[in-house]
T-cell receptor
Framework: GDSVTQMEGPVTLSEEAFLTINCTYT??????LFWYVQYPGEGLQLLLK?????DKGSNKGFEATYRKETTSFHLEKGSVQVSDSAVYFC???????????FGTGTRLTIIP | DGGITQSPKYLFRKEGQNVTLSCEQN?????MYWYRQDPGQGLRLIYY???????QKGDIAEGYSVSREKKESFPLTVTSAQKNPTAFYLC?????????????FGPGTRLTVL
């Protein structure tokens, strides 16, 4: 079945550092890929998505590229801020499937 | 404002009692979902519904029940049969349109069973 593997956390970075959170997937067909962010005590917010190979999703300075050859969708940001501290979830929407498959989440803490 | 509301934000119940969590959306979305989140873990799907008066079990449906009598409402009942009900519960919805369409989440309800 479909699965998503995310980089183990927690991740701690200094402000203005470069961020990468790794995400790889296993799926049949051509899934869509999503990154969600969860701030403490809140629900998940859609951060970005990509629906086909080589698509790049971007939002709020975050980017992720759908790499079919490496089955990856790594999240990147060039210069993180304290306000980026949150838990980040990678998710997969399988072809012909109304459900999402989530990774376990990566907790990110940015220190000033 | 369009969105998904969950109430209450915090809920306390005694062991052995059933409890119903509310989820309402005014986005005119066809599909709705319930997830459970435990500390340090990802989301696990409890139930989902793609259309009124129809719903399917997710990965951890035992001890839970749902109804979908109206398009905008998808309440979740946590029954006394659920062994470890203390968790953060998230409701989500999405419009129809296949796997390219994202799910949108409510703010969640934190249930504590004493």
């Amino acid at each position: 079945g479909d699965s998503v593997t995310q980089m183990e956390g927690p991740v701690t970075l200094s402000e203005e550092a470069f961020l990468t959170i790794n995400c790889t997937y296993t799926a049949t067909g051509y899934p869509s890929l999503f990154w969600y962010v969860q701030y403490p005590g809140e629900g998940l917010q859609l951060l970005l998505k990509a629906t086909k190979a080589d698509d790049k999703g971007s939002n709020k300075g975050f980017e992720a590229t759908y790499r079919k050859e490496t089955t990856s969708f790594h999240l990147e940001k060039g210069s993180v801020q304290v306000s980026d501290s949150a838990v980040y979830f990678c998710a997969l929407g399988g072809f012909g499937n109304e459900k999402l498959t989530f990774g376990t989440g990566t907790r990110l803490t940015i220190i000033p | 404002d369009g969105g998904i509301t969950q109430s209450p934000k915090y809920l306390f119940r005694k062991e052995g009692q059933n409890v119903t969590l509310s989820c309402e959306q005014n986005l005119n979305h066809d599909a709705m979902y319930w997830y459970r989140q435990d500390p340090g873990q990802g989301l696990r799907l409890i139930y989902y519904s793609q259309i009124v008066n129809d719903f399917q079990k997710g990965d951890i449906a035992e001890g839970y029940s749902v109804s979908r009598e109206k398009k905008e409402s998808f309440p979740l009942t946590v029954t006394s049969a659920q062994k470890n009900p203390t968790a953060f519960y998230l409701c989500a919805s999405r419009p129809s349109g296949g796997p390219t369409v994202a799910q949108y989440f409510g703010p969640g309800t934190r249930l504590t069973v004493l």
